[in-house]
T-cell receptor, first 113, second 113 residues
């Protein structure tokens, strides 16, 4: 079975540019999560969706960050404009229902120069 | 100034020995816990979970123990193998409908030949 699929795997761009990260959750999962991992702060929840509806975006650092889930099989995390401090690995995870194991993709390693 | 990242605790064990990785959590309302394994360049991989109405759960070569009195979680890995080398994270979900995971800082497990 295909796991969570994220693209791109790596992104290097200059500050000020728009960055779009993509995620395809596991088929049948109805919860989707975006996390960020940095050396300084570890793994942190940014936002999550249940049945395509954003439930909690309190972890989104600034208005420069936005996330959408237009359908059950696709989500995007957008940063506009990007800044060097946004450099991190961004993970998407999905689960079937609340309080169930979340399965992670292999992440997007983002570098903002 | 110089940035300081998270300094992960390191546990070094001999191949074939048992490993015990510990985790303290702070939220007494947390009622679901997961252990993840993360290898370099990959996303966190689900190992085992436990709900707060249990104090022990066993999987293949792994056992999770939960002590709610002292808010402590442990992961025991039996007969460690070279492939067990990774960073291990405990994660928790608070009750009340909050579904996002709160991750611990992680422990780096090193298997000595």
């Amino acid at each position: 079975d295909a796991g969570v699929i994220q693209s791109p795997r790596h992104e290097v761009t200059e500050m000020g540019q728009e960055v779009t990260l993509r995620c395809k959750p596991i088929s049948g999962h109805n919860s989707l999560f975006w996390y960020r991992q940095t050396m300084m702060r570890g793994l942190e929840l940014l936002i999550y969706f249940n049945n395509n509806v954003p439930i909690d975006d309190s972890g989104m650092p600034e208005d420069r960050f936005s996330a959408k889930m237009p359908n059950a099989s696709f989500s995007t995390l957008k940063i506009q404009p990007s800044e060097p401090r946004d450099s991190a690995v961004y993970f998407c995870a999905s689960s079937f229902g609340a309080q169930k194991p979340q399965h992670f993709g292999d992440g997007t390693r983002l570098s903002i120069l | 100034g110089e940035s300081v990242g998270l300094h992960l605790p390191t546990l070094s064990v001999q191949e074939g020995d048992n490993s015990i990785i510990n985790c303290a959590y702070s939220n007494s309302a947390s009622d679901y816990f997961i252990w993840y394994k993360q290898e370099s360049g990959k996303g966190p991989q689900f190992i085992i979970d436990i709900r707060s109405n249990m104090d022990k759960r066993q999987g293949q070569r792994v056992t999770v123990l939960l002590n709610k009195t002292v808010k402590h979680l442990s992961l025991q890995i039996a007969a460690t193998q070279p492939g067990d080398s990774a960073v291990y994270f405990c994660a928790e979900i608070a009750g009340g409908g909050a579904d996002g995971l709160t991750f611990g800082k992680g422990t780096h497990l090193i298997i000595q030949p």
